[in-house]
C-alpha cells in the first residue's frame, strides 16, 4: 500500500484531500504547516511515496520547501503541488525541482479530487517504474561484478 502525505494549512482542504485518498486504498498522514509536514518526512519510515504539498502556507514558499525535503530524503517520493494562487513563474519553478505536476485547487468545471487521484496514480506507476529500472540494474550489476556507485564493495 502506497504512503501519501498531505500538507496544507487549510483544515477541510487537508481533510477532503485525505478522506478521499483513503477511499481510493492510499495510507495518508497529514501536516497542517509547513513544519510539521518537514518533520512528518524526516521522521517516516520508510520515506513516504507520495506527498501532496500546498503551495502558499507559513510563506510564499512553503511547497518549495516540502518538495526539497521530500527529494533530499527519497530523490524516488513524488511530490505533487497544489495551489489556489496558480501561475505559471510558480509551476515552471516547482516541476524544474522535480515536483511530478503543479495542480490548482480551483479549476472551474474540473472535479480537482478527480484530478488529483488521476495524477497520484499516475505518479505511483511513475515510481514504481523508478525503483523496479533501479533494482533492475542492481541485479545485472551484481551479475555482472560491476560496482554500482554509492555501494560500498564490502556491502554484499
Given at each position: ?35 510539521e ?9 520508510p520515506p513516504?511515496?507520495?506527498i ?6 507559513e ?6 520547501r516540502?518538495?526539497?525535503?521530500a ?15 496558480g ?6 519553478e ?5 515536483a ?13 479530487y478527480?484530478?488529483?487521484i ?12 523508478s ?13 555482472e561484478?560491476?560496482?554500482m556507485?554509492g ?6
Open positions: 500500500m502506497y504512503r501519501i502525505l498531505v500538507v496544507d494549512d487549510e483544515d477541510e482542504v487537508r481533510d477532503a484531500v485525505g478522506r478521499r485518498l483513503r477511499r481510493e486504498g492510499y495510507q495518508v498522514d497529514q501536516a497542517g504547516s509547513h513544519e509536514g518537514v518533520e512528518a518526512i524526516r521522521r517516516a519510515e513516504y511515496d507520495l501532496v504539498t500546498d503551495m502558499v502556507m510563506d510564499p514558499q512553503s511547497g518549495v516540502i518538495l526539497e525535503t527529494l533530499s530524503r527519497d530523490i524516488f517520493s513524488e511530490v505533487i503541488v497544489l495551489t489556489a494562487y501561475n505559471v513563474g510558480n509551476a515552471v516547482c516541476m524544474r525541482r522535480g511530478f505536476d503543479y495542480v490548482e485547487k480551483n479549476i472551474p468545471g474540473v472535479d480537482v478527480e484530478l488529483l488521476l495524477k497520484i496514480n499516475q505518479a505511483m506507476e511513475r515510481r514504481r517504474m525503483i523496479q529500472a533501479l533494482r533492475r540494474y542492481a541485479d545485472i550489476a551484481r551479475q561484478h560491476i560496482e556507485p555501494r560500498n564493495p564490502t556491502d554484499g
